[in-house]
């Protein structure tokens, strides 16, 4: 009698997929078709469960809901409000104006004139960076509550928080001078990435560049070594998510040998959705949307800092810092890749499927045997 | 319709629900709007191909090369007729109807024994041998009176599923 078991376990060494098993995660299984007895043709032409689970699909899915931004609440759009909005949109333009003047006439003779004394101009530049950042800030009345010890400046460490905008980035340097990695944008993003950020040493990457990521695993390495360069903060999901789910964490942060501090960042909803859409609206416009708001209200947990346990794959540790970060930050976890915003699942996912299902109808053949 | 932006009326809703022969309840229709707008990116009215491969759960699907074929290009009103028998309301008919259309992709009303060999190769891949795919639907053919040659149609489908229970529901998420 065959015995032998339908459903496919994968063995810790495909980790080219970069990813756990989804079927672990996955709600499925239901695309095996258990056979009572004899196989027959009803057996063989019966596609509920397949269909089923694409109808399923196309109803509702958790990857699509963990890009999904609320529509702005309206619950603050009256008579009496819209003057006081007013008056708080403009002084807040003020702020952010009067940010920039003293940043730029302070960092643009920093940078020039201290060319040689680099310890120096590096502390400035830190100082005048957090600074710039904190107008940022102010200029969304962004209420930040920080929770926890601040990070500290030791070799050998990388942060990693949960990605919903690039805001993240912003609000975490305003408290610490981070380095962070980063994808390379285009228009003034980019023009601020490659002068500014520069000078607090910041990695560039290219998602769509295939060999890209060993050029950026050997960056991230070599920063991270470095005693005197400025902590590094990953954002390992890759790409930005709603605030209400986590995808799966890629691992390259989780291989360089350094410990890992998990920050958890949690946006309070009622006063606006932070969550950027880049499909739909430019970082320009999520800008402006931020600022005419009412306000950011976030809270930051900087949480215990962790180490790859003996016997742990990179995988796992990634996986153990995601619920880590999740469950502090009350999100939701998804099997998802969330690069699959960009391309298709591998073809691997279905072939195990059809594996099951060939292996089920076999053994329905076998029992006919009997 | 309208543009698919803007909000459905109560005479769109009621119009969708009796197309689709009252099997979904009319927040259901409001949601699979949402869920409808949500994919069509680009407010064109209908779902391409290409937007329905955008969701992992689907692309990851053995059937769903096939399953496009159906419901590529859909308006919401044939969405929604599309989604009708997958609803707890459907009756067993109204599921085989719908597995039927799926296997009879030219629409001819008779499904061959190579409609049934196609749809059971997207099911196995490469795991199971072409010839012996061909000898156990053969086999199960002629076990159930048919021969490699003959034509199922939907009666023939009705009868081989019989009265059995058909599991084949899907839950409209109503907020």
Not at chain 1, 63 to 83: A, D, G, I, M, Q
Request: charged share 25%; aromatic share 12%; net charge neutral.
């Amino acid at each position: 009698m065959n015995s032998s078991e339908g459903k496919l376990k994968s063995s810790s060494s495909e980790l080219d997929l970069d990813r756990p098993n989804i079927e672990d995660y996955l709600p499925s299984g239901s695309s095996i078709q258990e056979p009572h007895g004899k196989l027959r043709l009803r057996d063989l032409l019966d596609i509920s469960p397949a269909l089923t689970e694409a109808a399923g699909a196309i109803v509702d899915d958790s990857f699509t809901r963990c890009f999904k931004s609320n529509p702005p609440e309206l619950w603050n759009w009256n008579v009496y409000l819209f003057p006081l909005w007013c008056c708080g949109v403009v002084f807040r333009a003020l702020v952010l104006t009067i940010g920039w003047i003293i940043f730029l006439s302070c960092f643009i003779p920093v940078h020039f004139l201290l060319k040689g004394n680099d310890n120096l101009r590096k502390k400035m530049e830190r100082a005048l960076v957090e600074l710039i950042c904190s107008f940022f800030v102010a200029s969304w009345t962004g209420v930040v509550k920080y929770h926890g010890p601040r990070p500290s400046m030791r070799p050998k460490q990388v942060f990693v928080a949960n990605h919903t905008s690039m805001i993240d980035f912003i609000i975490l340097e305003q408290m610490t001078a981070f380095a962070v990695i980063m994808q390379k944008h285009p228009g003034w993003v980019g023009l601020l990435q490659s002068t500014i950020l520069e000078s607090v040493g910041c990695i560039w990457f290219n998602r769509s560049e295939a060999k890209d990521r060993e050029i950026v695993t050997r960056k991230l390495r070599e920063h991270s070594q470095g005693a005197d360069n400025n902590p590094l903060l990953i954002f390992p999901e890759g790409t930005c998510v709603n605030n209400q789910y986590s995808v799966m964490f890629k691992k390259g942060a989780f291989e360089l040998g350094c410990t890992v501090c998990p920050i958890a960042i949690k946006y309070n909803k009622i006063f606006v959705d932070a969550f950027w859409n880049s499909r739909k609206q430019s970082f320009t416009m999520h800008l402006l949307q931020l600022m005419t708001s009412w306000a950011v209200v976030c809270d930051v947990w900087y949480l215990e800092p962790q180490n790859l346990r003996p016997g742990e794959t990179p995988i796992e540790f990634a996986e153990r810092i995601r619920d880590i970060i999740s469950v502090r930050a009350g999100l939701k976890k998804v099997p998802w890749d969330g690069y699959l915003k960009y391309s298709r699942p591998s073809p691997k996912h279905r072939e195990r499927k059809q594996q099951s299902f060939a292996e089920s109808v076999l053994r329905g053949l076998e029992l006919e045997e009997k | 319709m309208g543009n698919s932006s803007s909000m459905l009326t109560q005479y769109d809703i009621e119009e969708v629900q009796e197309y689709c022969q009252n099997l979904f309840s009319q927040q259901e229709i409001v949601s699979l709007y949402q869920r409808f707008c949500q994919l069509d990116r680009n407010a064109k009215g209908f779902i391409s191909a290409d937007e329905f491969l955008s969701v992992p759960e689907f692309a990851m699907n053995p059937l769903s090369q096939r399953l496009l074929k159906m419901v590529d290009g859909l308006n919401f009103k044939d969405f929604v007729a599309f989604l009708s028998a997958f609803s707890a309301k459907a009756s067993v008919q109204q599921k085989v109807k719908l597995i039927f259309k799926f296997y009879d992709s030219d629409g001819n009303g008779k499904v061959s024994f190579n409609d049934m060999l196609e749809v059971l190769r997207d099911l196995s891949g490469s795991f199971i041998s072409n010839v012996q795919r061909e000898q156990v639907l053969t086999q199960l053919l002629k076990e159930a009176g048919y021969s490699k040659d003959s034509y199922l149609t939907l009666d023939d489908f009705n009868k081989i599923f019989g009265i059995s229970e058909l599991k084949m529901e899907v839950e409209v998420p109503v907020d």
